[in-house]
């Protein structure tokens, strides 16, 4: 899916994403040290807004300018500096390193993904975590939401392939579940979830 096609889909609704940050981010990061974050694939910032209100330095990369507007709106209104960035993953970013790099929901076919989770990884500072949190494969059949299309639903073996040899220490890979709510109705979604760091 294109920038354009993105930006049609954050024009229809107020947000496509809740407000507030994903849990497992939220969880995963409320007591990592602070430092600098790169959010890529940010969306229209959710979890950008929370890392900034935890006292996080963050650049929030995202290739929709309709949703890097939405970002900055909602930075202004809720008083938070996020540095936002109009790029596309999939070519060559000049992009400082982080202490975090968080990689959430990014939905790319598995030849494109593999090469941009091995520069997000070249990116994480020594020290640093790499967190990637993405709808499982299983979810097609066992879970609810997310894409319907198996090439955009990675399994842990190819994400923790594509980082394999960039120096990155998996500490984290394997499933998380969600509770959801469809059309009044609870319902688990099931989720990917990698956790890696860089040796200081």
């Known amino acids: 899916m294109d920038a354009a096609s993105w930006d049609e889909r954050y024009r229809e609704r107020e947000l496509v994403w809740s407000v507030g940050p994903n849990a497992v981010v939220a969880e995963e990061l409320a007591d990592h040290p602070r430092g600098r974050v790169l959010d890529l694939a940010a969306g229209e910032g959710r979890n950008a807004l929370w890392l900034a209100d935890q006292g996080f330095e963050v650049e929030a990369v995202e290739f929709s300018p309709v949703a890097i507007d939405k970002a900055g709106a909602l930075a202004a209104r809720r008083g938070v500096t ?10 060559p970013l000049s992009l400082a390193p982080a202490l975090v790099v968080l990689v959430a929901y990014l939905q790319l076919p598995r030849a494109v993904e593999r090469d941009v989770l091995r520069r997000a990884a070249a990116l994480v500072a020594p020290g640093g975590t790499f ?32 980082i394999d040899g960039t120096g990155l220490v998996v500490e984290r890979a394997g499933e998380v579940t969600r509770d959801v709510e469809v059309e009044g109705v609870r319902r688990r979604a099931i989720d990917l979830l990698v956790r890696a760091h860089r040796p200081a």
């Open 131 to 162: 967190l990637l949190i993405a709808h499982a494969r299983r979810n097609l059949e066992d879970g609810v939401g997310g894409p319907q299309d198996p090439e955009l639903l990675p399994t842990v073996e190819e994400v923790t392939a594509a």
């Open 82 to 91: 996020v540095t936002f960035t109009l790029a596309d993953l999939t070519e």
